[in-house]
């Protein structure tokens, strides 16, 4: 089984930073690709930003692009979210989320994953 719990969340002012942490453990059984994704109440889980397994493709949403960066260290098992710049349209639960076997790909699809943290709030005040 793999777990995976996400971290760093919190209330920010809009226009400040947050670092958003993804911790993976257990047994992964081969590489995976990582993403992040988002529900605010009142709205659909919407996909935020992924990245493969070794790095080298990201993928973001337009609405956070440029402000939000995704990366990972796979030595710590943990994938990060970068938010800079962050609005109040921002806030909602962010989840990070595995997909197993996957290793030259990002997946921008909810379906496409195997597991998923149990999120962390983050609260933009405007």
């Known amino acids: 089984q793999v777990q995976l719990v996400e971290s760093g969340g919190g209330l920010v002012q809009a226009g400040g930073s947050l670092r958003l942490s993804c911790a993976v453990s257990g047994r992964t059984l081969s590489n995976y690709a990582m993403g992040w994704f988002r529900q605010a109440p009142g709205r659909e889980r919407e996909f935020v930003a992924s990245i493969s397994w070794s790095g080298a493709i990201t993928s973001s949403a337009d609405s956070v692009k440029g402000r939000f960066t995704i990366s990972r260290d796979n030595a710590k098992n943990t994938g990060y979210l970068r938010m800079n710049s962050v609005k109040p349209e921002d806030t909602a639960a962010y989840y990070c989320?595995?997909?197993?076997?996957?290793?030259?790909?990002?997946?921008?699809?909810?379906?496409?994953?195997?597991?998923w943290g149990q999120g962390t709030q983050v609260t933009v005040s405007s």
């Open positions: 989320a595995a997909d197993l076997g996957r290793y030259y790909i990002a997946p921008r699809r909810a379906d496409e994953y195997d597991y």
